[in-house]
Nanobody, 126 residues
Framework: MSSLQASGGGLVQAGGSLRLSCAAS????????IGWFRQAPGREREALSC????????SYINSMKGRFTISTDNAENTVYLQMNSLEPEDTAVYYC???????????????????WGKGTQVTVSS
């Protein structure tokens, strides 16, 4: 059975950095996209970034470009989200997620996700 396990959240001051990890176990799907969402209190869950398992292409929401970087270590079956220049507005629960039977990050939305990892809390203090 496939599962995702996110880790790496914590408390950091504004301007600081964190690296989130998402370990995929039992994940044998050939075509998939994997990435990160977050959900702040009182707000909807939003997709942040995605990487295609087929060709490594990536996508980011505009507000993340230049601050967040998604990457993978295929040998370790792990996806990372490097977050720099963190702001208090980045405070949220962060989730890794995967959509199978797709080769791209197009339509990487909550409704189309097949696997969710448990969230990891990121808190940015001002």
């Amino acid at each position: 059975m496939s599962s995702l396990q996110a880790s790496g959240g914590g408390l950091v001051q504004a301007g600081g950095s964190l690296r989130l990890s998402c370990a995929a176990s039992g994940f044998t799907h050939e075509d998939y996209a994997i990435g990160w969402f977050r959900q702040a209190p009182g707000r909807e869950r939003e997709a942040l970034s995605c990487i295609s398992g087929s060709d490594g292409s990536t996508s980011y929401i505009n507000s993340m470009k230049g601050r967040f970087t998604i990457s993978t270590d295929n040998a370790e079956n792990t996806v990372y989200l490097q977050m720099n220049s963190l702001e208090p507005e980045d405070t949220a629960v962060y989730y890794c997620a995967a959509r199978i039977k797709t080769m791209t990050c197009i339509n990487f939305s909550s409704a189309r996700i097949n696997y969710w990892g448990k969230g990891t809390q990121v808190t940015v203090s001002s």
